[in-house]
């Protein structure tokens, strides 16, 4: 779910604060990447993944995407058994939620709208992460006994990760931007199949269409793997509870609303958070602050060039 809303306010990049991928550069690669370009610039360019009439870079540029998306994808994420028990294990996620949620946003936006290089490299990264996550489970968790083995590099987590993240991106824009033809929808499917490759997950297990998607993400919740474990519940205690940044602190209540809103109504449930008619009255204000209370500082940000780092040799 990439983020260039809220990157191109932190007028950041991966890996350097400037922007500029600083490691394993060929001598043909360093023309690209020696002057960090400005999130204006990277709108326009084509020399990555994706061009800039892609919808993965139309959702990605909307600050309502991650910011409104984002929370309900996290919760969805550990509301399978061995994603929350690696979340917990192993991310540190309760210590230093924001960096390392940022992190994981600028690797999602380089993808997006970085040069190729930049795109695998963070990629590479990505998957260098998930290599270190791999354990077993020391209690029951949902249908999941007592030892159940888990990696970050499993295709089948790899999978439903993604797919959460497809399923809120697309929920978050569509309710408060504005609803995807099913052209669309089938061109995001394909440019978010991009992105999971890059990360490592086989394309083997990737749906081959909108269609397929959206079958497995319902299967997934109609089965019984997905639910919402204590494990989880801790993750969301510190998702829905956890101080934004200073500059984002006017924007929780959308947060925190979209989030519950965006989730299944069972996983809502289950994670025991309430939705009332006045919440359902609220959300569409609240997500008018983010849409358009950020647009003057995010139009600033856009045109401010990261300052340049040195390149490795």
């Given at each position: 779910m990439?983020?260039?809303?809220?990157?191109?306010?932190?007028?950041?990049?991966?890996?350097?604060?400037?922007?500029?991928?600083?490691?394993?550069?060929d001598a043909r690669d360093r023309a690209s990447v020696r002057m960090p370009r400005t999130h204006a610039e990277r709108l326009t360019a084509r020399d990555g993944y994706f061009s800039p009439e892609s919808v993965i870079r139309r959702l990605g540029n909307s600050p309502v995407t991650p910011f409104l998306g984002g929370g309900a994808a996290v919760l969805l994420q550990v509301a399978h058994p061995l994603v929350a028990c690696g979340v917990v294990e192993h991310s540190g996620y309760d210590g230093d939620l924001w960096r390392r949620l940022i992190g994981t946003l600028r690797a999602l936006y380089m993808i997006t709208f970085g040069a190729k290089t930049e795109a695998e490299q963070a990629g590479a990264v990505v998957r260098a992460v998930h290599a270190r996550v791999r354990g077993t489970t020391a209690t029951q968790l949902g249908t999941f006994p007592p030892g159940t083995p888990y990696s970050a590099s499993d295709p089948e987590l790899m999978l439903w990760v993604h797919a959460t993240l497809v399923h809120s991106s697309l929920a978050a824009y569509q309710q408060f931007v504005q609803p995807l033809t099913p052209?669309?929808?089938?061109?995001?499917?394909?440019?978010?199949?991009?992105?999971?490759?890059?990360?490592?997950?086989?394309?083997?297990?990737?749906?081959?269409?909108?269609?397929?998607?959206?079958?497995?993400?319902?299967?997934?919740?109609?089965?019984?793997?997905?639910?919402?474990?204590?494990?989880?519940?801790?993750?969301?205690?510190?998702?829905?509870?956890?101080?934004?940044?200073?500059?984002?602190?006017?924007?929780?209540?959308?947060?925190?609303?979209?989030?519950?809103?965006?989730?299944?109504?069972?996983?809502?449930?289950?994670?025991?958070?309430?939705?009332?008619?006045?919440?359902?009255?609220?959300?569409?204000?609240?997500?008018?602050?983010?849409?358009?209370?950020?647009?003057?500082?995010?139009?600033?940000?856009?045109?401010?060039r990261p300052p340049t780092r040195a390149l490795a040799a």
């Amino acid at each position: 779910m990439p983020l260039p809303g809220l990157e191109a306010a932190l007028a950041g990049g991966f890996l350097s604060p400037g922007g500029a991928y600083t490691g394993g550069v060929d001598a043909r690669d360093r023309a690209s990447v020696r002057m960090p370009r400005t999130h204006a610039e990277r709108l326009t360019a084509r020399d990555g993944y994706f061009s800039p009439e892609s919808v993965i870079r139309r959702l990605g540029n909307s600050p309502v995407t991650p910011f409104l998306g984002g929370g309900a994808a996290v919760l969805l994420q550990v509301a399978h058994p061995l994603v929350a028990c690696g979340v917990v294990e192993h991310s540190g996620y309760d210590g230093d939620l924001w960096r390392r949620l940022i992190g994981t946003l600028r690797a999602l936006y380089m993808i997006t709208f970085g040069a190729k290089t930049e795109a695998e490299q963070a990629g590479a990264v990505v998957r260098a992460v998930h290599a270190r996550v791999r354990g077993t489970t020391a209690t029951q968790l949902g249908t999941f006994p007592p030892g159940t083995p888990y990696s970050a590099s499993d295709p089948e987590l790899m999978l439903w990760v993604h797919a959460t993240l497809v399923h809120s991106s697309l929920a978050a824009y569509q309710q408060f931007v504005q609803p995807l033809t099913p052209v669309e929808l089938e061109q995001y499917h394909r440019e978010m199949n991009v992105v999971a490759e890059l990360f490592g997950t086989p394309t083997s297990v990737l749906p081959g269409c909108y269609r397929e998607f959206r079958e497995y993400f319902q299967a997934q919740l109609a089965g019984h793997a997905i639910t919402v474990t204590p494990l989880a519940h801790e993750v969301a205690s510190v998702i829905l509870a956890a101080p934004l940044p200073a500059p984002l602190r006017m924007l929780a209540p959308a947060h925190r609303l979209a989030t519950t809103r965006i989730l299944p109504a069972r996983l809502r449930n289950e994670y025991k958070l309430r939705w009332t008619p006045l919440h359902e009255l609220a959300l569409p204000l609240a997500a008018h602050t983010v849409r358009y209370g950020t647009r003057p500082i995010l139009a600033i940000a856009a045109r401010i060039r990261p300052p340049t780092r040195a390149l490795a040799a």
